[in-house]
Structures are given as structure tokens and as C-alpha cells.
């Protein structure tokens, strides 16, 4: 367990991730629009799971309008290459970094961890940029629909998982008989398995939170009728997540497979649902009071590891990039999302402080990926990690370390 090291070194650290962010990670990639926030070199360019990066460093810097800049430009990047039947890409790559691995823009999963309609609603919140607002309205209404004929097969008015990408969740026992990436281009056809269509709680909650912003974006605009018949929808989410995939008895969401059965894995994918505000607040008290709270599976040294640490799915995990057992920095950045919104604010404080802790204490490897929960000893995977700076960034602020 790390203690937390002298202010001097937290500021040292502090530095080094602003300029870090200034020399490498704001950037203009090739033929796309604006500036934007880069990931890492481990991954060059953007996915959509780290859209919110470029609104965090804008919350970050509230008077810099490049920031300002950048977090537009990160939602126009999807925007501008979402194709004419609705499918936004799931990653744009940065060509003059790209080894050849990767295509300069994917569509072949979904990836889409925090509400994107969501996010646009902030940037307007930050922009006041009206043209912005409605052109993404426009966008998100349409990827709804791509969703809706490509993502519902098994007509529960859910949408499906097809494979492991779709969550961003390497590496976790709760998908290890998946396919790992979809086997057409477009992510539009599920491998004959008695896994897939998976119905998926992380997955489901951001269609949740898409429906739930789509209906304050048509406030905005004016479109009152629009916003109730998105409210309808998003309620139906709702309600069908909790007939389908929450088991009253356990208290905890779970992924529902192709056969119709309840994968009990106490997997960190619950956290969507409290990011995108899906539960009352006695719902989410049970659940966090008995799951997340608890020393013996997710209220670790170091909060929160991707699967209950008393859980034998962690037995034989991966060494990096692993959402089976590791914490992630993805996880505690989108926590402020959350945590306060739910009144545990002193426990993001807590869970902040242990993080700053180890990042600021470790000389080997800086601002990477993941954590190991128990031992805040960091993993070799993606050092100058996007979401691990900001992260850094907006403990150190909150914690009174910096103005």
C-alpha cells in the first residue's frame, strides 16, 4: 500500500501529464476535423469509449478555448464519419501514427461505454455552439435507429452484444466464450453461438443514457414532442433491463445469453448503470452498500477492480489490459459521473486518493492503463494513458492539491 507521498512530488507529477497532453496528445489528425485528444501511442487515435477524454480536459481547462476546440472536434470526428445508415465508427485512427494494424476508421464493434449523446449535450453546455447541438441530434437520432434494426435480433427491445469489442472489456471471464470481435466489417451479424446475442447491462445503459440525452437535446432545440417520445423509449430501456438482466435476489446486474440464461459474473460492467443514472436512488443504494462498498469485492486498496475480487473469475487473469481483475483508470475518471450524483462523494474523494497515491509514488512506469486493486502496483500496459492523466489531473484539483 502506497502512502501518500509529499505535495511537492503530486505537483511534480501534476506537470508532467500537463505537459504530456500539451506536446502529444492534443493533435489534428489527417482529413478529420479539429483538434482532438489522442489516447495513447499504444492507441493511436480515438475510440469511442474515450470521447469523454475531450470534455474531461475541457471541464479541466474552462477558460482555454482550445479546449473548448477540442472536446467539439472529438464528437465532430465521429459525427463526420458516421455512414448514411446511421453507424457511427467505433474508432477513428490518426494515420500518421498508424502502423497498418488498424483501419483509419472501424465500425466493426460498438465500443460506445459512455452515452455519446450525452457527451455532445455537454459539449453544447461548453460551446453554446447551437449549429453543433442540432447536427448532433441529428447524428445520435440515427445512430438510435442503426441500433435498433442492426443491435435488437432477438426482439426484447434490447440491444445485443455480438462480440467481446463491443464492450471494451478484454480479458474478462464474463466473455471468455464470446467471439472477440465481430466477424463482418460492420459489426451487423453475430457468430452462431450459444453465447451471442448477449444482452449486456454496460451495454444497454449508455442506450439508456443516448435515449435520456437525445430527449434533453430536443428540449434544447424545441422539439417538445420529440423529447416525451424519447423519454417513453428510454423508460421502456429501462424497465426491460430490470425485468431481464438485474436478479432481484443477488441485488446485481448480469449479461443474459443467447440460451436465455444469467451469467453471474460480478463484473465492473454494473458501473454503466450508475454512470448513466438508470437506477432510483434506493436501487442503487442496495446495490452499492452491498457490492461495491463491500472490502471482500469491488472496495478494494485501490477501487474498483473490474470483477469482485472474491470472485473465482479473477483465478488466472491476464496480466495486462485485463477487465477481469485490474482497476482501471477508465473506471475512476468516469466515476465523477456517478459517485457524487449518487451522494458518495466522499468516497470518490477516498477512491481518488488512493490512486494519487500510487501514480505519484511509482517511478517505473507513468500514467498507465490499469492498476492492480490490491497492491496499487501499475500493469505494462499503455503507459501516458489519456483517461490515467486526466484522471490524475482532476484528483489532484479536487483534492485541493492545485486551484
Request: glycine fraction near 4%; aromatic fraction near 12%; proline fraction near 6%.
Amino acid at each position: 500500500m502506497f502512502e501518500m507521498p509529499p505535495r511537492e512530488r503530486i505537483l511534480e507529477r501534476y506537470e508532467q501529464a500537463k505537459k504530456r497532453i500539451e506536446d502529444f496528445h492534443i493533435r489534428t489528425f489527417p482529413e478529420q476535423p479539429g483538434p482532438i485528444f489522442l489516447i495513447s501511442t499504444a492507441y493511436p487515435g480515438v475510440w469511442m469509449e474515450h470521447a469523454f477524454d475531450a470534455v474531461c480536459y475541457a471541464r479541466l481547462n474552462p477558460d482555454s478555448s482550445l479546449a473548448k476546440d477540442v472536446a467539439r472536434s472529438q464528437m465532430l470526428l465521429f459525427l463526420r464519419n458516421q455512414r448514411p445508415d446511421g453507424h457511427l465508427p467505433f474508432n477513428v485512427v490518426d494515420t500518421s501514427l498508424n502502423t497498418g494494424r488498424l483501419h483509419p476508421v472501424g465500425y466493426s464493434q460498438i465500443q460506445e461505454c459512455v452515452s455519446f449523446a450525452r457527451l455532445c449535450l455537454e459539449v453544447y453546455e461548453i460551446t453554446g455552439d447551437m449549429d453543433f447541438l442540432k447536427e448532433a441530434y441529428a447524428g445520435c437520432a440515427r445512430w438510435d435507429k442503426w441500433l435498433c434494426d442492426k443491435r435488437m435480433t432477438r426482439g426484447t427491445g434490447l440491444i445485443e452484444l455480438f462480440c467481446l469489442y463491443d464492450t471494451g472489456h478484454d480479458n474478462s471471464a464474463r466473455l471468455a466464450d464470446v467471439p472477440v470481435q465481430c466477424p463482418d466489417t460492420y459489426g451487423e451479424t453475430p457468430v452462431d453461438s450459444e453465447a451471442v446475442p448477449m444482452l449486456a447491462p454496460d451495454m444497454n445503459a449508455v442506450f439508456y443514457g443516448d435515449r435520456k440525452a437525445l430527449a434533453d437535446m430536443a428540449r434544447v432545440i424545441g422539439r417538445d414532442e420529440e423529447a416525451a417520445e424519447w423519454e417513453r423509449k428510454a423508460a421502456d430501456v429501462r424497465e426491460k433491463m430490470l425485468n431481464l438482466l438485474y436478479d432481484k435476489q443477488d441485488e446485481f446486474f448480469y449479461d443474459l445469453d443467447a440460451k436465455g440464461n444469467l451469467r453471474r459474473f460480478p463484473s465492473i460492467a454494473i458501473s454503466n448503470v450508475f454512470t448513466e443514472h438508470v437506477l432510483t436512488q434506493a436501487e442503487f443504494d442496495a446495490i452499492y452498500d452491498r457490492h461495491m462498498r463491500n472490502p471482500a469485492e469491488f472496495w478494494t486498496e485501490y477501487p474498483f477492480p473490474s470483477m469482485a475480487v472474491n470472485s473465482p473469475a479473477v483465478n488466472g487473469h491476464a496480466p495486462q489490459n485485463c477487465w477481469g481483475y485490474y482497476s482501471q483508470a477508465l473506471t475512476a475518471l468516469r466515476c465523477q459521473r456517478w459517485m457524487d450524483y449518487y451522494g458518495r462523494s466522499a468516497d470518490y474523494d477516498h477512491l481518488l486518493s488512493r490512486w494519487v497515491a500510487a501514480i505519484a509514488s511509482h517511478d517505473g512506469k507513468l500514467f498507465t492503463q490499469e492498476l492492480d486493486p490490491l497492491t496499487g502496483n501499475p500493469t505494462n500496459c499503455s503507459e501516458w494513458y489519456s483517461s490515467a492523466m486526466l484522471m490524475y489531473m482532476y484528483a489532484v484539483k479536487r483534492l485541493g492539491y492545485i486551484e
